[in-house]
C-alpha cells in the first residue's frame, strides 16, 4: 500500500460545482498534510495545509482532516476553469508526495 | 528577490555521463530539497538540508549526490546517469520546517532526459 494514495482522475466538474479532491495515508504518525496545485509543465504550488482534525477554510478552498479515518480531502467551491490542474496531497512528517489528481474545470 | 532558481532548465544525457543540477534561493532560508517528478507520478524527495554543511537522504537518494557549502547553494550531482535518471526534478527551500509558519517555494524544475 502506498503510504499516499489519491485517484489520479481526471475529476471534471462543471463550473460553479464544488470539486471534491480525497487522499488517503497509510502512516498513523503522519500528523499534517499539504495540497499542492501544479499546473501542466509548471512548479507545484501550496494551497493549504493542515494538522488538525476538522476543516480549514481559506477563500474557496476547505481542507479536511479525519485521522481516525486517515484521509484527507480538499473541496473547491465554485469551481473555475482556471483551477484545472493536478493537485497533490503531502504528508507534511514524511515529505511523501501522493501521484495526484488532475481536475478539469468545463465551461 | 529572484527566488528559487534552477539550471539548466532542459539536458539531454548519454549513459553514464555526469552532471550537476544548479539550486541557488535568495531568501536566506535554511532548509533546501530536491525532488524529483516523474511522468503522471507525485513529487519524491531525493536529499535534503537543514543548513549549510548539513545534508540528509530522502526516498530515492541512489544514484544522487548533494552538498550544501553556503546557506544560498544546493548543487544535485549525477555521477553515472541511467535511463531511469529521466525526470524533471524540482529544488525546493523554506525557512524552517513548520508548515504552519511557513511553506515551501519551488523552482522551475529542471527537465532532464538520459539516453
Known amino acids: 500500500q502506498k503510504e499516499v494514495e489519491q485517484n489520479s482522475g481526471p475529476l471534471s466538474v462543471p463550473e460553479g460545482a464544488i470539486a471534491s479532491l480525497n487522499c488517503t495515508y497509510s502512516d498513523r504518525g503522519s500528523q499534517s498534510f499539504f495540497w499542492y496545485r501544479q499546473y501542466s509543465g509548471k512548479s507545484p504550488e501550496l494551497i493549504m495545509f493542515i494538522y488538525s482534525n476538522g476543516d480549514k477554510e481559506d477563500g474557496r478552498f476547505t481542507a479536511q482532516l479525519n485521522k481516525a479515518s486517515q484521509y484527507v480531502s480538499l473541496l473547491i467551491r465554485d469551481s473555475q476553469p482556471s483551477d484545472s490542474a493536478t493537485y497533490l496531497c503531502a504528508s507534511v512528517d514524511k515529505l511523501i508526495f501522493g501521484t495526484g489528481t488532475r481536475l478539469q474545470v468545463f465551461p | 528577490n529572484a527566488g528559487v532558481t534552477q539550471t539548466p532548465k532542459f539536458r539531454i544525457l548519454k549513459i553514464g555521463q555526469s552532471m550537476t543540477l544548479q539550486c541557488a534561493q535568495d531568501?536566506?532560508?535554511?532548509?533546501m530539497y530536491w525532488y524529483r517528478q516523474d511522468p503522471g507520478m507525485g513529487l519524491k524527495l531525493i536529499y535534503y538540508?537543514?543548513?549549510?554543511?548539513?545534508?540528509d537522504k530522502g526516498e530515492v537518494p541512489n544514484g544522487y549526490n548533494v552538498s550544501r557549502s553556503t546557506t544560498e547553494d544546493f548543487p544535485l550531482r549525477l555521477e553515472l546517469a541511467a535511463p531511469s535518471q529521466t525526470s524533471v526534478y524540482f529544488c525546493a527551500s523554506s525557512y524552517d520546517s513548520n508548515p504552519s509558519t511557513d511553506t515551501q517555494y519551488f523552482g522551475p524544475g529542471t527537465r532532464l532526459t538520459v539516453l
Open positions: 538540508s537543514v543548513g549549510a554543511g548539513i545534508t
Open positions: 531568501m536566506n532560508h535554511n532548509y
